[in-house]
């Protein structure tokens, strides 16, 4: 696509509910490569091949043989979450890395009362707590504690590792997890409580699955980790040894228990492989990158451009995570718990399901992440023209096509696009300055006023809400 240079660049895309972001690139490419639009680029990239000889073809990878248009993003965004979606196309791929290290404005909504594992509704309840106490003055108080810039502690089941294993790895085996859990500085340079939902006036709910006793203690035991860690209490040598013997020891106890249980399953189709067994669910859908090349399976399905009706039909990557069906009954018995929805603007590695636990426990309860929007990342806002709605790609050519065409030449005139993320950084950047911790770490937020510009790699932050942003860069194919 070296020729068609207003082709190559950086847009945004409105990504739906339930829906990896990979199958957002693979719907994508579904519309693109069939497309009046990018029929050039594709035939000349098919000219350049057949110059090729034997053995430039043999050392091809196979991901790369397959001729459709390049895409990748730069971030991923949780199936539960909607919002802003950063694609590069092209040489428009080589520019996603810089977008890793954006500030990013969220949306969501908490509900108090209860802790799961994921710390979000799609998860199993690890421990429910009163929350009659809990009023908008109270939560309003609670939110100080999270302006400016903090050491926030990662999700329970999230993928960072330690000491070379991710804290998930610990609760399967049943093992005590290290006494030192790496917290990260964050910053957060907006917070702000937009909506408050008074007990039995809204519909988000608790996880309606129990997670098991072993994990429940487990989760106790990290809890207790991070209170200590928090308060800078450290157990003494004996006391160590001898909390840690017991918690193995249980930990031992109910794994062996939950396996007598599992034995009494019986497994009908002992052949089917493990591979075909397990459901692509959450970030392991990104694991694998569309567009395998030729001889293995098509790269994707076309349609005929400029199609209009029905979205591609769904993949692998789609409703992933059920919908909320209004008029469910509650988890409650009473009116239930109060809910907010808070506003927030925060730095990269920054959990937003991580901040929902944390005030859930800041007003003496318990909380978890019910919905989650990504409003904006970088220069790129929900609802604007330079981000497109997933839904008219099923619209046609006709209404997609100028759509992408103005929002590409825009990213690549000079200086790029430009709206907010400069005057945020520089906001981080006074947040870092006044910060009073000698040990404090410089934040991960790259200090360069627009993505765009042309900048030395950044450190890839570790996994993010999107629920897993380090892996901005693998869904880019050739």
């Known amino acids: 696509m070296a020729a068609t240079t207003n082709l190559d660049g950086v847009f945004?895309?409105?990504?739906?509910?339930?829906?990896?972001?990979?199958?957002?690139?693979?719907d994508c490419k579904v519309y693109f490569n069939p497309?009046?639009?990018?029929?050039?680029?594709l035939e000349q990239m098919r000219a350049e091949r057949k110059?090729?000889?034997?053995?430039?073809?043999?050392?091809?990878?196979?991901?790369?043989?397959?001729?459709?248009?390049?895409l990748g993003h730069g971030g991923t965004l949780d199936p539960m979450a909607t919002g802003v979606l950063i694609l590069g196309i092209g040489k428009g791929t080589k520019a996603l890395q810089n977008f890793l290290?954006?500030?990013k404005t969220y949306e969501t909504v908490i509900v108090f009362g209860a802790s799961s594992d994921s710390y979000d509704r799609c998860g199993r309840v690890l421990k429910r707590r009163p929350y009659d106490h809990i009023t908008r003055e109270k939560v309003e108080?609670?939110?100080?504690?999270?302006?400016?810039?903090?050491?926030?502690?990662?999700?329970l089941f999230s993928a960072l590792k330690m000491e070379g294993k991710p804290l998930y790895e610990y609760a399967r085996e049943g093992k005590p997890i290290p006494r030192e859990i790496q917290t990260r500085f964050v910053t957060v340079t907006d917070l702000e409580l937009v909506e408050w939902y008074e007990p039995g006036t809204h519909e988000y709910h608790w996880p309606t699955q129990e997670a098991t006793a072993a994990e429940k203690q487990y989760a106790e035991q990290l809890w207790r980790v991070e209170r200590q860690q928090t308060e800078g209490k450290k157990l003494s040598d004996e006391e160590e040894a001898a909390d840690s013997q017991a918690i193995e020891e249980h930990n031992d106890l109910k794994r062996k228990f939950e396996e007598r249980q599992d034995d009494l399953v019986v497994d009908r189709d002992a052949k089917k492989s493990k591979a075909a067994e397990e459901p692509v669910e959450g970030e392991a859908a990104e694991a694998k990158v569309e567009g395998q090349g030729e001889g293995q399976r098509p790269p994707t399905s076309p349609v005929m451009s400029g199609a209009l009706g029905d979205l591609p039909p769904k993949g692998k990557g789609s409703d992933l995570v059920p919908p909320v069906v209004p008029g469910t009954a509650p988890p409650w018995k009473?009116?239930?718990?109060?809910?907010?929805?808070?506003?927030?603007?925060?730095?990269s590695g920054f959990y937003v399901r991580s901040f929902a636990h944390d005030l859930g426990n800041k007003v003496g309860s318990a909380g978890l992440m019910a919905e989650l929007i990504r409003s904006r990342q970088g220069d790129f806002v929900l609802g604007t023209e330079n981000c497109l709605e997933y839904t008219d790609l099923a619209k046609g050519e006709d209404v997609w096509g100028p759509q992408l065409t103005d929002m590409l030449k825009r990213w690549n005139q000079p200086g790029g696009i430009k709206s907010i993320e400069k005057q945020t950084q520089e906001q981080v950047s006074e947040s870092e300055t006044h910060k009073k911790d000698g040990d404090k770490k410089p934040s991960s937020a790259a200090k360069a006023s627009s993505p765009k510009q042309e900048a030395a790699p950044v450190p890839a932050p570790s996994q993010a809400e999107e629920s897993v942003e380090e892996k901005a860069a693998e869904a880019a194919t050739a």
């Open 35 to 41: 497309s009046e639009m990018f029929k050039p680029a």
């Open 334 to 347: 009473d009116k239930g718990p109060p809910a907010v929805r808070i506003r927030l603007t925060s730095t």
């Open 101 to 103: 290290a954006c500030t």
């Open 51 to 70: 110059k090729e000889d034997a053995f430039q073809r043999q050392q091809r990878r196979k991901v790369k043989r397959s001729i459709e248009v390049k």
């Open 141 to 155: 108080e609670a939110l100080d504690a999270f302006r400016g810039t903090y050491q926030q502690m990662p999700p």
């Open 12 to 26: 945004a895309i409105h990504k739906p509910y339930g829906m990896s972001s990979a199958q957002v690139i693979r």
